[in-house]
């Protein structure tokens, strides 16, 4: 069998297949249909310094070879996660890695320190896709200055594996990945979900409750590849790649386009066991084209 083994900086992951934040809960409940610890890495929902309500309802939507989301962050805040999630993960025999929220630099940095001081928690993905509240609601993300505020805050108090996930809603990916990489990440993940929105035509009003979501699923993986690809010539530290994955021959698609690892993320809504089903996917295509590590093929285009 191939080695499957990679590194997202000091971060070593048995196998590339990680779960992307939001679509896999804490991972526990997915413990009755695959073995969690056969997984490169568990990506947890977002957490926010404070507790968070999240969005009113409808907060999802189906759409053509997709879906829409605006749930809103939804979860019980960072010190509820220290206190009760935290000791019933942290003997996973995996990477558990936290998503983390804010709305401000320091709001992130102060949630980031806080998970600092988990001893197994070996590393957090910022998502730098949320609204800055200081300056008009426009995510961190999508400018350089606003994706530095938060690396360099987050930096300055976090001292493990820091993966930045990336929005695709701006119009030079590389450029952000590149301020990211300035400011100390170890790793790009992206890309978040694409902006999207879908209308009741018989009620005349969208369909969520905040008129536009975030959209995901195999409908947005072409853009997603060709951005990864795009990254993965403008950094030096490892890409994640995610969006629309729902096949091992996707996966291998963005190992191709220059990604050391992927996430899955709405396919695990369709099938729960579809991660371990994308990582023996890859390990018998490259056992099939007689590669003997998954390297082989990572940035091979």
């Known amino acids: 069998m191939a080695d499957l083994r990679v590194h997202l900086g000091n971060l070593s992951l048995k196998n590339p297949v990680m779960t992307a934040s939001g679509t896999f809960g804490y991972g526990l409940e997915f413990a009755d249909f695959i073995p969690l610890d056969g997984l490169g890495g568990i990506i947890v929902k977002g957490t926010t310094l404070k507790p968070r309500e999240g969005n009113d309802y409808p907060r999802m939507a189906e759409t053509p070879q997709g879906m829409l989301n605006c749930v809103g962050l939804q979860n019980k805040g960072v010190d509820y996660f220290c206190e009760h999630i935290y000791p019933q993960i942290k003997d996973i025999d995996t990477n558990m890695i936290v998503n983390v929220s804010g709305s401000s630099p320091d709001d992130y940095a102060e949630c980031a320190a806080r998970i600092d001081a988990l001893e197994k928690i070996p590393a957090i993905e910022l998502n730098i896709s949320c609204p800055n509240v200081k300056d008009g609601g426009m995510a961190f993300g999508v400018t350089c200055a606003g994706a530095e505020s938060v690396v360099k805050a987050v930096r300055e108090r976090y001292h493990k594996t820091l993966i930045v996930k990336?929005?695709?809603n701006v119009t030079n990916i590389a450029d952000i990945a590149r301020s990211c990489e300035a400011q100390g990440a170890d790793s790009v993940s992206l890309i978040n979900t694409l902006m999207g929105m879908a209308i009741d035509i018989e009620k005349r009003k969208p369909l969520l409750s905040i008129n536009t979501g975030g959209l995901s699923g195999p409908c947005v993986k072409p853009v997603a590849l060709r951005m990864v690809w795009q990254v993965a010539k403008a950094v030096k530290i490892p890409v994640v790649g995610l969006g629309g994955i729902s096949c091992p021959e996707d996966a291998i698609?963005?190992?191709m386009a220059g990604a050391t690892a992927i996430e899955i993320g709405t396919a695990?809504?369709?099938?729960?066991?579809?991660?371990i089903k994308v990582r023996d996917g890859i390990s018998d295509w490259l056992d099939?084209?007689?590669?003997?590590?998954?390297?082989?093929?990572?940035?091979?285009?």
């Not at 695990?268 to 991660?275: E, G, H, V, Y």
């Open 166 to 168: 990336l929005s695709p």
């Open 253 to 255: 698609e963005f190992l």
């Open 268 to 275: 695990n809504f369709l099938d729960p066991a579809i991660t």
């Open 288 to 301: 099939n084209h007689g590669c003997q590590d998954v390297h082989e093929i990572i940035g091979c285009l």
